[in-house]
């Protein structure tokens, strides 16, 4: 409960206050739901009473705040033909919303996460696992929206549930509550029963979803190697069983959530069918056991669909609990993410310095650059010679500032390119140079974009577009 009480908490902290109000516009629409609910079960009885018995029903309905005359027919049939036609058009409306609002909070946290995870200040070295990653999203996003879109559901259903149960409370109350409480008990214990099973398919369809993106990954990037080594048949065997295993995860929740729906459709025609035996019985009292059956089932038809929303709901969120608690561990690390602006200026170079520099990767005590000192004057031609892991690539990095040292500092033009109040000039000193890669990355784009890589390409020179083909003999490609 608390782990849920802090998830809440946390994802009213990511709202801001457009996003708020439609929340609580969401929460009053579904209370105005719950009470048209009410209504329409509260005056069933008495018209049906008064098609039976052709007799006005000589009793008034006391509520909190006013008192509904229950002689007056037509009123009666007028309150419950506008209050189904409402419940109706307000659940449309609401699901419309909640659909939407739902999805908007996917794309915002998607975003977040993107931007957090992979559109760093600095290069990450020793980042997450890129499935990790990559699964949240991808499945696990989609699974979380959709889980926000059942937490509504629950809610909805649940507050509507309060309201029908008052409403049958009302019309009988002593049966009523029997029976109630009977059908509430099967589902607790339907849930009870198959919590277990949920949970651990969640793992499975968690864990499978991110072997799944590993596996595949590794089928591309190590395609060379596969076809040489002849290992089509050990990656195809590996697809298939995290496959298959997400799959049957998904199928087995699927049967798991409609099995108390059959159960209670069963009870509930049984019950009708027992009242409707004691009607024939006790022929004197058959029309008001008659027009209790017919205001029992109409209740029940519009309860039913409300428990099983809630089982559903509460099944979809234990079923997918591993995906959805990844993402608020995601949401978790935004208090680390760091806005970046960025522009297209760039600075006059005079010097570069390094000061007492300390380097080490995350994974390694040892120092790859200890104590080091370098200055670099506009103009000067600088070759750096060392052998494979002295450090070569990691000094250039720190040169380009896309990586900080432990310790010391390096100096444009006599400033600190990481102090905080510097992080414009950072950005500026990026944008005075080019790089290459030794093994640059090739997007699954035109030759066009990815010479261009990252440029608007409505912006583009077309001209030096061509001549910077040439210059790196791609135009043949162009």
Known sequence: MKAIYSNLKLIWKFYDLKMKYILLSILFLIFLNAIVEFFAVVTIKPIISQIINNESFSESLNLIFFKIDLENNYFICLILIISIFLAILLRVINFWI???????????????????????????????????????????????????????????????????????????????LLISIFFISIYLLSYFFIKGRLEKNSSTIKNKSERIIDIIKDSIGANKEIVANNLQTYF????????????????????????????????VFAVVILISLISIIYKENSSILIAYIGSLAFSMQRLMPQMQTIFLSWSFLSGTK??????????????NYEKINIHSKKINFKQI??????????????????????????????????????????????IIGIIKP???????????????????????WRNSFGLINQNPYIIN??????????????????????????????????
């Open 353 to 398: 310095t390094l000061e007492n520099i300390y380097f080490n990767y995350e994974d390694k005590s040892k120092y790859i650059l200890k104590n080091f000192n370098l200055s670099i004057n506009k103009g000067d031609r600088i070759g750096i010679i060392g052998k494979s892991g002295s450090g070569k690539s990691t000094l250039l990095d720190l």
């Open 445 to 478: 784009n035109s030759i066009e974009a990815n010479i261009i890589f990252g440029n608007d390409e409505e912006k583009i020179n077309l001209k030096y577009l061509i001549e910077s083909a040439k210059k790196s003999s791609n135009i043949q490609f162009y």
């Open 98 to 176: 909640i659909s939407r609002f739902s999805g908007r909070t996917g794309s915002l946290i998607a975003i977040k996460i993107f931007s957090s995870n992979l559109l760093t200040k600095y290069y990450k070295f020793k980042s997450k696992k890129t499935s990790h990653i990559m699964s949240a999203l991808t499945n696990q996003m989609d699974s979380f929206v959709t889980g926000l879109m059942y937490l509504f559901k629950l809610i909805s259903a649940f507050i509507i549930c309060i309201f029908i149960f008052s409403g049958l409370l009302i019309n009988n109350f002593s049966v009523n």
């Open 236 to 267: 195809e065997k590996s697809f298939t069983n995290s496959e298959l295993k997400k799959r049957y995860a998904r199928a087995d929740n699927y049967t798991l959530k409609i099995l108390p729906r059959s159960i209670i459709e069963f009870l």
């Open 322 to 335: 591993a995906s959805i608690n990844n993402i608020f561990k995601l949401m978790a690390d935004f208090s």
């Open 406 to 428: 432990k310790k010391g500092s390096i100096k444009i033009n006599n400033i600190d390119i990481h102090l905080n109040k510097n992080e414009d000039f950072l950005y500026k």
